[in-house]
T-cell receptor, first 116, second 109 residues
């Protein structure tokens, strides 16, 4: 159980375009979802935390108008990278936490974004 | 501030034992996690410690000392597939995970 999927697994887009990444909890209800970014050879950087039905809480230094997060249902959260630039190229990973406990986060497989 | 320290890289031999240390200073403590991450993949959960002591799970064990702000991950009977980054993360008083930079473990035959 506790499977989280992400789509797409990789995407290449042109500078200035927008890209949407979906994160789904397949067999549980995710009351909280987290979006991370990871640059090569670096650890995970939390971008934002979203609770179902409410606005996401962004970490310091993350532009909320550039990285739009929607958590419209208990099984789906989306991250939209707007007006993408080459420096946005990174590995984006979502994780989800159910209502049953505060402790476990289940990670999606990640999405590799390359902006050309 | 909040800080998690772990070695950047370690090398070990197949079949041997390796211990990866993690020290932390955080605002509150609701448990310490170890994750394994292979290159290009998302992290996978290895262990969770919230009480002092050793938790053993097969070839992997994790130890916690809350008074010392210290944990280690012990890997026994190393296999080539254990080559990966090992991430230490502490859940703070807001139930947020604070991540270490990860330890890249290289296994040599």
């Amino acid at each position: 159980g506790a499977v989280v999927s992400q789509h797409p697994s990789w995407v290449i887009c042109k500078s200035g375009t927008s890209v949407k990444i979906e994160c789904r909890s397949l067999d549980f209800q995710a009351t909280t979802m987290f979006w991370y970014r990871q640059f090569p050879k670096q650890s995970l950087m939390l971008m934002a935390t979203s609770n179902e039905g409410s606005k996401a809480t962004y970490e310091q230094g993350v532009e909320k108008d550039k990285f739009l997060i929607n958590h419209a249902s208990l099984t789906l959260s989306t991250l939209t990278v707007t007006s993408a630039h080459p420096e946005d190229s990174s590995f984006y990973i979502c994780s989800a936490r159910g209502a049953g406990g505060f402790y476990e986060q289940y990670f999606g497989p990640g999405t590799r974004l390359t902006v050309t | 501030g909040q800080n998690i320290d772990q070695p950047t890289e370690m090398t070990a031999t197949e079949g041997a034992i390796v211990q990866i240390n993690c020290t932390y200073q955080t605002s509150g403590f609701n448990g310490l996690f170890w994750y394994q991450q292979h290159a290009g993949e998302a992290p996978t959960f290895l262990s969770y410690n919230v009480l002092d002591g050793l938790e053993e799970k097969g070839r992997f064990s994790s130890f916690l000392s809350r008074s010392k702000g210290y944990s280690y991950l012990l890997l026994k009977e190393l296999q080539m597939k254990d080559s990966a980054s090992y991430l230490c993360a502490v859940m703070d008083s807001n139930y947020q995970l604070i991540w270490g930079a990860g330890t890249k473990l290289i296994i040599k035959p």
